[in-house]
């Protein structure tokens, strides 16, 4: 396990929004994850972020930036606009692949509730970029029929008290093409509160990425 790194502050200059972002990139990183917040949060998310370090302590590279301006993100409906949010993904993906050290970099993605869906949808657009998409309580019935053209190793992670959202991952899992798996938290909620979830969310993220960006 690599030493923590601090992140570096960058800003995502995209069309129609410069966009804040924290990155980290280990020394030899096989890939870099870039993180798709859910509805109301923000890169600052805590459950991201420790999401996020321990990936990097796995050696993997990481972004998480926020998907929407602070004016954008004061209007309610841009929080469910999954197109939007798809535009601001698949940026960040060209905006990596613009950096002269990361556009040699696997990409993944790993969106939480809303920001799965746009990550669905980013993967599904960017075919063979993208080696990895990862789900915590995402919410696939947005994203229809995208998933039916994501190419990309897909872990779908749901609580086990989260039924609605099980459900759609159920049905999800159904139409995805790729490798896939479906995993389910005993006893979490959508978020992920309870002592010890996040945690084992944190371990199979890591453990998935070792498999399919390395």
């Known amino acids: 396990m690599l030493p923590s790194i601090a992140p570096k502050p960058v800003r995502l200059e995209l069309p129609h929004a410069t966009l804040l972002g924290d990155l980290v990139v280990p020394l030899r990183a096989p890939g870099i994850v870039v993180f798709s917040h859910g509805s109301g949060s923000s890169r600052l998310s805590p ?35 999954i197109d939007l949010l798809t535009r601001r993904l698949v940026g960040a993906a060209s905006w990596l692949r613009r950096e002269q050290r990361l556009h040699d970099l696997r990409l993944g993605f790993f969106g939480a509730s809303t920001g799965a869906a746009a990550a669905f ?9 993208v080696g990895a998409v990862i789900s915590r309580g995402g919410r696939p019935d947005l994203a229809l029929p ?52 996040l945690d084992e969310v944190a371990e199979l993220a890591v453990d998935w990425c070792q498999q399919h960006l390395s």
């Open 47 to 81: 459950r991201n972020q420790h999401v996020a370090k321990q990936l990097q302590q796995a050696g993997f590279g990481t972004l998480l930036f926020d998907l929407l301006t602070p004016e954008e993100d004061r209007a309610f409906e841009a929080r469910f606009d």
């Open 121 to 129: 949808n980013a993967a599904a657009e960017l075919g063979t970029r």
């Open 146 to 197: 995208a998933i039916s053209r994501v190419q990309a190793s897909t872990l779908l992670i749901v609580g086990g008290q989260d039924w609605p959202v099980l459900g759609a991952n159920e049905r999800a899992l159904a139409d995805l093409p790729g490798p896939k798996q479906l995993h389910v938290v005993p006893g979490a909620s959508h978020l992920f509160e309870e002592p010890g979830t």
